[in-house]
């Protein structure tokens, strides 16, 4: 009987020898421990968290599309005062007839629809956002990137006429898709 208490007070003090010397290693091992559970609730929240989806900021399509307007004709303006060749100033007014007539229907009948957003932002920047720098070259530099001016006018009349399309026949299951290729062609940029 004697021995087993030797024994048992032999293997507590082996036992409270080995705790007081690794008692470091035991407090760094809980802290790390304790530290890496936070960092991992922490980064689980943060990848967890769902992207915030921009939605169009809520105005008046009216005064929306009064101030696009009047975008629009300090444009017109400009493009006549600078005397750009005749067919970037008609390409230029043709695009600016169509909005014209688009910008008023898409903004009253679908206020607050990703494809009006789109299109009221190539309106106001897209569209000076591509004939500012044109406007400032040298007329030597005009006359050599006219074409390539042109050839993004195109594209912009082109996709004007696709939505004045979809909105005339009320396709608005396409509305989405357009919407997401107008803006990663001509707004993300911006």
């Known amino acids: 009987m004697k021995k087993n208490w030797i024994l048992i007070i032999a293997i ?7 705790v007081y010397l690794l008692w470091q290693l035991i407090v760094a091992a809980a802290v790390s ?87 009221n932002q190539m309106a106001k920047e897209y569209l000076p956002k591509v004939m500012n720098p044109y406007i400032s070259l040298s007329l030597a530099d005009r006359t050599s990137r006219q074409q390539e001016l042109l050839d993004s006018l195109n594209g912009v009349e082109a996709e004007i006429d696709n939505v004045a399309e979809l909105v005339q026949s009320e396709k608005m299951g396409d509305f989405k898709a357009k919407a997401a290729f107008l803006r990663a062609r001509f707004v993300q940029g911006l």
């Open 33 to 119: 421990a304790v530290v890496a559970s936070l960092v991992t609730i922490l980064v689980y929240r943060i990848l967890d968290k769902k992207p915030e989806i921009k939605t169009p900021p809520k105005v008046d399509p009216a005064v929306e599309v009064r101030n696009m307007f009047g975008g629009l004709v300090d444009l017109n303006i400009r493009i006549r005062e600078e005397s750009l060749p005749s067919a970037v100033v008609s390409r230029v007014e043709g695009i600016i007839d169509k909005l014209r007539e688009l910008l008023p229907e898409i903004n009253e009948r679908h206020p607050t629809h990703e494809l009006t957003w789109t299109l």
């Open 12 to 18: 507590g003090l082996a036992a409270g020898a080995a």
